[in-house]
């Protein structure tokens, strides 16, 4: 979506972010890894495909992206990469949960349906951010995307996080709340209409148990279960009975005194009540507001048919909500399925999420909306363009489908030279189920063997689902039958290397540890890291410097010894193991 200016209805209408996307060239799916045969829309995954991911007690929706929180304290997320906000250090999309780089003790986690960043709450009450940051909406004081998690500035006691298109806000324990990032309709609160790289406090507003932030307005609701907003006020969003003014403070919306949760699309912003009854206001372009009608409304409606809801979740032009008795419901725009239904209808009343199990919470994004199941497991079904959907795919589906967990713990490899102590073992085993190697013999994983050149090729290709390259390679010493060739065909076309010299690729020399930080860092498409690395054996001056800084802020390696990263030791099948799952899953995958 264009920023600077707010988009008029025609433009959601009719040319969004996921309208434009449709049939354009999408990012590289090199994360497919390869191995996620038989996973098809609306199919379970176990029996012929990859497990679901599981230990999942949040799930949020963005524009092209989702992330699930596990009871583990660490984030998982997938789908659209373009400005790092899946955390791991790279900008490649990802069709299933990949691990975000640093974050172990989050407890909780947002991205609304319009934002191209995600944020964490930690237990420590700190917030990280990370992705998209053209408007500061990070809050560490920069306008710097981030590949991977920052530390929003002075932000202690957090308990609710609300990360929206181009602002977040977060309330505090205290009763108050910040916001920082855009504000060109005053969607921060603070009284301006000035962006601000670090959170600023909302004025006048005491008692916010919860925030929740939409395209350029924000809502938080009280501990009085009154809701306040602030911010645009186009189509009403603010549900003061106007649209006539934006707001640059909080204002009371109309009719609301019984919330018990607040959640908001692009420009419109839905609560649940004690009666479990749903109100929605603002624009309605699509059904949005449930009412069974396309008219915005600047005051709440009530949404048709519900009685018995316990959460609601605004998606970009659609809503959804999980309902006492396990089922869920959405309405809206239906864009290749967002509402779960098995069409691709838009309706202005709820209907019915098909095939979905006992839900405990929705989360619905711009493109594609999402489920918690009781079981800790997540669904997610609409648009899958960038693999939003988890589940090893790029097809759409109007059903649900399962998210999948091929980066976490898989089953014992086999291998009787590889120990269940190991610190590779999880990775080892994880290649296995990856299909990215059988071993080196019946049994034999063969850890403390040297990778050469050659089987770094494959195992990259391998990894990368075995793209066809469309050319050949023109290596001397690289046979065109030989079980590498297609590999180094692929490694030169990606760009990954050129060879050791013109015409050598050299296939038996062994990879040092140099030259493993370069081959990851520019598979990952040579992101640039924020900090140099401070390791005394690597010459800021060499040519692996920078993949190595940006090896140690993607997690990926600590290194061989306080201050020392041993640059010439040759590589290991252990370590490289190790490597690979890390650069691809992220550091904190079981």
């Known amino acids: 979506m264009t920023t600077g200016t707010t988009p008029t209805a025609a433009t959601l209408k009719g040319t969004s972010t996921v309208r434009a996307r449709c049939g354009g060239a999408l990012a590289t799916l090199a994360l497919v890894l390869g191995v996620l045969t038989g996973v098809v829309p609306g199919s379970s995954a176990g029996a012929t495909g990859p497990p679901p991911l599981t230990g999942i007690t949040q799930i949020t929706s963005g524009a092209m992206h989702s992330c699930a929180l596990l009871n583990s304290g660490s984030v998982r997320c997938w789908g659209d990469n373009g400005f790092g906000q899946l955390g791991n250090g790279t900008t490649r999309d990802a069709s299933v949960p990949l691990a975000v780089a640093g974050i172990t003790n989050a407890v909780a986690i947002d991205s609304a349906s319009t934002s191209l960043s995600t944020c964490a709450v930690l237990a420590t009450g700190g917030v990280r951010c990370w992705g998209r940051n053209h408007h500061g909406q990070l809050g560490n004081g920069t306008t710097t995307d981030s590949t991977t998690p920052v530390a929003v500035s002075n932000i202690t006691g957090a308990t609710s996080i609300a990360a929206g298109q181009d602002h977040t806000c977060v309330a505090l324990s205290n009763g108050e709340a910040r916001c920082w990032g855009w504000n060109n309709r005053g969607q921060l609160g603070n009284g301006t209409t000035t962006d601000t790289l670090v959170p600023a406090t909302v004025t006048g507003l005491t008692g916010a148990a919860a925030v929740s932030a939409g395209g350029g307005h924000t809502c938080a609701a009280l501990t009085d279960q009154s809701v306040r907003c602030w911010g645009s006020n186009a189509w009403g969003a603010l549900g003061n009975g106007s649209s006539a003014t934006d707001s640059k403070v909080p204002v009371m919306v109309s009719g609301i005194s019984t919330a018990t949760a607040i959640s908001s699309g692009f420009a419109h912003t839905c609560a649940t009540l004690t009666s479990g009854g749903v109100r929605c206001w603002g624009q309605n372009i699509d059904g949005q507001l449930g009412d069974g009608t396309t008219t915005d409304s600047t005051t709440p409606v009530a949404v048709s048919n519900i009685t018995n809801a316990t959460s609601v979740s605004g998606g970009y032009q659609h809503s959804c909500v999980r309902l006492a008795d396990g089922g869920a419901s959405c309405w809206g725009y239906n864009y290749a399925g967002l509402l779960g239904d098995g069409t691709t209808t838009d309706s202005t009343t709820p209907v019915t999420v098909s095939s979905l199990g006992s839900a405990t919470k929705m989360a619905a994004g711009q493109s594609q909306s999402c489920a918690l199941l009781s079981t800790g497991q997540g669904r997610c079904w ?81 990894n990368a689902a075995k793209p066809t390259p469309t050319a050949p390679h023109t290596f001397t010493d690289v046979p065109t039958n030989s079980y590498y060739s297609t590999a180094v065909s692929w490694l030169i076309e990606a760009g990954i290397t050129g060879g050791t010299a013109p015409g050598k690729y050299s296939p038996n020399a062994k990879v040092t540890r140099a030259q493993m930080a370069v081959f990851l860092w520019t598979n990952a498409a040579k992101p640039t890291p924020t900090a140099p690395h401070t390791f005394t054996d690597v010459p800021t001056n060499s040519y692996y410097s920078t993949a190595v800084s940006w090896l140690i802020e993607a997690g990926i390696t600590g290194g061989t010894a306080p201050g020392k990263y041993s640059p010439n030791a040759k590589v290991t099948r252990a370590q490289m193991a190790v490597f690979l799952k890390a650069n691809t899953c992220g550091p904190t995958t079981a």
């Open 382 to 462: 609409g648009y899958n363009g960038s693999g939003q959907l988890g589940n090893g795919t790029i097809a759409a589906s109007p059903l649900p489908t399962v998210v999948v967990g091929v980066c976490e713990a898989a089953p014992d490899p086999g291998f009787i030279d590889v120990s269940t102590g190991a610190n590779y073992y999880n990775a080892v085993a994880w290649l296995v189920r990856a299909g990215i190697t059988g071993g080196t013999a019946p049994g034999k994983y063969s850890p403390n063997a040297k990778v050469t050149r050659a089987q770094m090729a494959v195992f990259l290709w391998t």
